[in-house]
């Protein structure tokens, strides 16, 4: 089978990812011993939102996701302290986009995150008492995870 020789497959791969390309961002869920749980407002889109972003080149969702708790939120989590708990379609993105979100069920504040040209604001919140503005997808997310709720398909 053609397939079976490395250049023809990584041909095919190419040609996959330029036909069908998708993208793959990550969320994370930090709740503290307090039940409170890190949200951040970006400076470019209006909302309270888990932290997160996009997996890069070479990196791995799991990478990602620790990057992005240290950049966004100043949270430390060990290499293993992540729990997948769903994979998500996000058609508000477009219709290729996926998010995986993780829960970190412990985890370090390494330090008072500072205002950034991203990152306007980073705060832990009670789950009972989340602030205006929390989105509706971080809202749905924190009740599947509160409650053990099946994660929905779409984010």
Known sequence: MLLDF???RRLFHLGALALRGMTLGVRGAAIDGDGRVCLVRHTYVAGWHL???????????VEAMLREFRE????GVPADGLRLHGFYRNLAASGR?????????AFTRLREKAPDREIAEC?????DALP???TRATLERLHE???GV???ALW
């Open 145 to 147: 995870i509160r409650e």
């Open 51 to 61: 932290p997160g972003g996009g997996v890069e080149p070479g990196e791995s969702a």
């Open 6 to 8: 490395p250049i023809a």
């Open 97 to 105: 986009d996926h998010v995986a979100l993780y829960v970190a069920p």
């Open 150 to 152: 099946s994660p929905a």
């Open 72 to 75: 966004e939120a100043e949270i």
């Open 132 to 134: 205006e503005g929390t």
């Open 123 to 127: 705060r832990f919140f009670a789950l």
